[in-house]
């Protein structure tokens, strides 16, 4: 007789290995920030592993790792923008609402139709990395015109050149190890002849939702 279900060892895989990879991660993109780091930016490894996690492994592993992580980078490293009466602040949840939305968009990227294959991943997260940039970019412009500070802010081009392009490098090589992590020694395991999306249906997604 079986102590331990499938279904249970499939929820303590997947909480051990995303506890291990979430602290490894951090902790690299923290300790070593100029080891990854081209032309002032820094590759950010826990945004892409969010990404990754989203587009392999569906909905809630994208959505619960962001959380997660953004909650991690929130409370270590939260961002301050500069008030509109012109006193530095700090931010609250922004590294949550962006992990979040990274992972929620990788889950969404095309996945059923591509099958989330490993070629299609890297595309993945190039096109959540320029949103987050594209996004970014708006926001602090904007905000930035209101608190009286836009000549302090990249021309477009220019944040084009030295901003979106190293940024969209970084991300992308630092998803190739990534990917070969998550797929082969990732929370949910690929093994057998089942197609992907109904092993996810049946180790991945589902898991969160009886822990």
């Known amino acids: 007789m079986r102590i331990v279900s499938d279904t249970t060892n499939a929820r303590i895989r997947k909480i051990v290995v995303y506890a291990v990879y979430i602290i490894l991660l951090t902790s690299l ?11 002032g930016q820094t590759a950010d490894i826990t945004f892409v592993f969010v990404v990754l996690a989203g587009y392999f492994n569906g909905f809630w592993d994208g959505a ?8 991690i980078r929130d409370v270590f490293s939260p961002p301050a923008v500069l008030g509109l009466d012109g006193e530095v602040r700090v931010t609250a949840f922004i590294g949550v609402f962006t992990l979040f939305s990274a992972g929620i968009i990788g889950a969404s990227f095309f996945t059923r139709r591509m099958r989330r294959n490993i070629p299609f991943s890297i595309v993945a997260v190039i096109f959540t990395t ?6 970014g ?6 905000w930035s015109s209101m608190a009286g500070t836009s000549s ?5 081009l220019t944040a084009l050149v030295y901003s979106f392009l190293p940024q969209l490098l970084l991300n992308t090589l630092a998803a190739i190890p990534l990917i070969f ?7 949910v395991s690929f093994r057998g002849k089942s197609k992907k999306d109904q092993i996810i249906e049946k180790q991945g997604e589902g898991t969160w939702l009886g822990i």
């Open 152 to 156: 302090t802010i990249y021309e477009p």
């Open 130 to 135: 320029f949103c987050y940039k594209v996004g």
């Open 29 to 39: 993109q923290v300790s070593f920030p100029e080891t990854f780091s081209f032309l």
């Open 64 to 71: 619960i790792v962001g959380f997660i992580c953004g909650m």
């Open 137 to 142: 970019y708006l926001i602090i412009f904007g």
């Open 181 to 187: 992590f998550l797929r082969f020694l990732g929370p």
